[in-house]
């Protein structure tokens, strides 16, 4: 059902669902994964998309968006424009090349890290971090944490997806989470 809020903008969500190809039994049997490179591809479903997460941010400050590797590259840069914000990556182990600040977390089974710049992010800003999926809710949990560790205030955690089934809100309680598309099952 479209959202018609008014000063918003329309957003149907079940049309932009049309654009995600599911692939079932990827990467493993019995996982059904949501590919959004055909969404990207669709320029009217991309703007879409991109207008409709930075919609929910308009009306707060926001000085950095954080985009997760790999897919909040995507999305990030985008919102950032969007909300005339700046855009900081979150990466995986040595990929930055200055000082960096690290924060490992454990996920399902085993343990991974996340970098970002010491001086990416400055005491006081207020941030908002996006990724193209909300699963667990591990990783978001994990980039708000050093973000945080850096003095950042979290205005919000965006997602393109998020799937509802796993509860992943359960962990991530204390911050304001906003996904676009819902999956059940």
């Given at each position: ?46 703007a879409t998309l991109i207008d409709a997460l930075s919609e929910h941010y308009l009306a707060k400050e926001v000085d950095l968006v954080l985009g997760i ?117």
């Amino acid at each position: 059902m479209p959202n018609s809020t008014p000063g918003k903008a329309v957003i149907d969500c079940e049309h932009l669902k049309k654009l995600i190809r599911e692939i079932p039994d990827f990467p493993q049997k019995g996982i059904l994964f949501y590919d959004i490179t055909t969404l990207l591809k669709d320029k009217v479903g991309f703007a879409t998309l991109i207008d409709a997460l930075s919609e929910h941010y308009l009306a707060k400050e926001v000085d950095l968006v954080l985009g997760i590797e790999a897919r909040g590259f995507i999305f990030g840069p985008a919102v950032a424009y969007r909300l005339s914000a700046g855009f900081v990556p979150v990466r995986k182990p040595g990929k930055l090349p200055a000082a960096r600040a690290k924060y490992d977390y454990v996920l399902e089974y085993g343990t991974n890290t996340l970098e970002i710049h010491s001086d990416a992010i400055q005491p006081g800003q207020q941030v908002i971090i996006v990724d193209d999926l909300l699963a667990t809710g591990g990783t978001a949990e994990a980039t708000a944490k050093l973000a945080e560790k850096l003095g950042a205030t979290i205005s919000g955690l965006g997602f393109v997806v998020e799937l509802d089934f796993l509860h992943a809100r359960e962990k991530l309680e204390k911050y304001d989470v906003f996904s676009l598309l819902h999956y059940q099952r």
